[in-house]
Nanobody, 123 residues
Framework: QVQLVESGGGLVQAGGSLRVSCAAS????????MGWFRQAPGKEREFVAF????????YYADSVKGRFTISRDNAKNTVYLQMNNLKPEDTAVYYC????????????????WGPGTQATVSS
């Protein structure tokens, strides 16, 4: 059984930065691709960023490209999302997830999810 736990959310002013982390249990973390999604109130969960198992390939949603950076430390079983130049529209619960297979942009391609961490950006 895989467990994912996010941390690092909080309240920040527009233009500020946050780094959210996702700690994974299990010995196979380094074998799996990982992703970050977010869900704002009243909206559907949306793709934010993806990183492959080695960290050598990353993808981003257009809305965060150039501002967010996904990374991973396989020795620590942790994936990170560095969020810079935050905007009020980035306010959401941020979820990390393990990709089981399929299109990296689709939530249905991910088989394990964390409970999420709230990030709030004030204007």
């Amino acid at each position: 059984q895989v467990q994912l736990v996010e941390s690092g959310g909080g309240l920040v002013q527009a233009g500020g930065s946050l780094r959210v982390s996702c700690a994974a249990s299990g010995r196979t973390f380094s074998s799996y691709d990982m992703g970050w999604f977010r869900q704002a109130p009243g909206k559907e969960r949306e793709f934010v960023a993806f990183i492959n198992w080695s960290g050598g390939s990353t993808y981003y949603a257009d809305s965060v490209k150039g501002r967010f950076t996904i990374s991973r430390d396989n020795a620590k079983n942790t994936v990170y999302l560095q969020m810079n130049n935050l905007k009020p529209e980035d306010t959401a619960v941020y979820y990390c997830a393990r990709r089981g297979g399929g299109n990296v942009y689709f939530a249905t391609s991910y088989d394990y999810w964390g409970p999420g961490t709230q990030a709030t950006v004030s204007s």
